[in-house]
């Protein structure tokens, strides 16, 4: 009985050794990557100074950012690792070498997440923001150590207000619950934060995602070579570079007068615009014509279908709901890795939701920064300056920390919350969620639908030359006939 209880001993030791060193190392690597990438849009001067103090408080605010921006990464593959990881020991269910990947090893990172993307919320970006903005207090002596006490008074300070302000809110929503449990801040107030918190960064997912997939179609096809319908590219290359030439003759004139002093900043846009115009076509001029024909129209029909599967999957979760009690998004406590698919369609669907599960992540990250009240944080290359990195890590964090509660509750995936994620008090609420799906549905749709019609408009518009008419014209009066000789003629 003792040898077999200490090889139980052993065994459970040796779990959590190798456990502990999987996790490290993830994290390793993941706060290399964002260091990396903080470092490409940071503002060198900031850290480059004559203060010694001022850069340092600078570094570390850097390092406490970066370790934000690790959790927002691992909270964003907390589903994709789930689901695969699942896929894996089914296909593999007796490999010697997939031992290491179990129920322990992604509840372990589901809790890991949690606790540090909360702590990073809560603790580290306040501290990061209040530490660069301190000088110490009136009359201590000077360092950085009098940054960190003010910083850390500040925040004891804002703490006691958001723990007061909890308080309210649950003594106006649940008076004998809240006043029996003043005392009880672990057991109580802490997940209610958590779960205001979560709600926070789903409703915020709700604006953003849909925004988001209507401008992936104008943000990709930024990035590509479009095809155009009509269009002579020599001759409008040709006009291209001609107005280029000009502009730069009219900037290095000579010329001291007072109207071009005043119309100088007007005419370096215009060449720049100008400039962009006439690289783009040389770009679409040496492309290839697979490139320019086939490779547009592939990309734009890949996101169509991935924006349409997102919105049938929830129309199908919609049903699901008024008829089945197991499609509510819940929390389990042992995930029971390798007994079942999470998709009814196997491997292959698992694929597809890990698919759009990053798809959705990609696409609430462009509309976050599309959206009018967020253009202002979007990052910069080399250009950044340190309140906006602290800017810019919270809100990523925020997104990414609700992705697997927005995911589950639009019925993306099958793969139960595991951990504190499923103990949120408003998951249960069953109209809360009904709504939320199809608010998600109707906006997804309404901007899906704006967004083809306006594209599809646009490019007639310009394959029939009507966006050089004056603007006094109204194209709409323009008769259809007329049009489609327009057409004619240039086909011609």
Known sequence: METDDVSV??????????????????????????????????KTAEFVTDDIEDATVNKIALWLCTFTLSVAVCAVLLLPISILSNEVLLTFPQSYYMQWLNGSLIHGLWNLVFLFSNLSLVFLMPFAYFFTESEGFAGSKKGVMARVYEAVVLLL?????????????????????????LYDLYEYYLPYLYSGISLFGVMLLLLCTPFGLSRMFSVTGSLLVKPRLLENVEETLSCTSFEEASLSRKLNCSSTSCWVKLNMEAMKREYQTARSKRIALEMRRKASP??????????????????????????????????????????????????????????????????????????????????????????????TNLTQIIGNCVSLLVLSSALPVFSRTLGITRFDLLGDFGRYNWLGN????????????????????????????????????????????SRSTIPFRLLLASGLSKIQ
């Open 157 to 181: 300070l804002l703490a006691l207000l958001v723990l007061g302000i909890v308080w309210v809110a649950s003594a106006l929503l649940h008076d004998n619950m809240a006043r029996e449990s």
């Open 9 to 42: 001993r052993e065994q459970l030791f040796h779990n959590r050794v190798r456990e502990t060193i999987i996790c490290v190392l993830l994290f390793t690597c993941l706060y290399i990557l964002c260091y990396l990438i903080l470092t490409h849009f940071r």
């Open 430 to 473: 069953f109209y809360i969620v009904f709504l939320y799906n199809m608010l998600f549905a109707g906006l997804t749709s309404a901007s899906l639908i704006k967004t083809v019609t306006w594209a599809v408009q646009r490019e007639l518009i310009r394959a029939f030359g009507l966006h050089r008419l004056p603007l006094t014209v």
């Open 290 to 383: 697979w490139q320019r024909n086939l490779g547009y129209p592939l990309a734009m029909l890949l996101l169509l279908a991935l924006t349409v599967m997102c919105v049938l999957m929830v129309c199908f979760n919609v049903l699901e709901l008024l008829f089945d009690e197991t499609a509510m998004p819940r929390g389990m406590e042992d995930p029971r890795l390798g007994k079942t698919s999470f998709s009814m369609f196997g491997s292959l669907g698992a694929a597809v939701q890990v698919v759009l599960i990053l798809y959705l992540m990609v696409s609430s990250v462009v509309g976050f920064y599309s959206s009018p009240l967020f253009t202002s944080l979007l990052p910069r290359a080399q250009d």
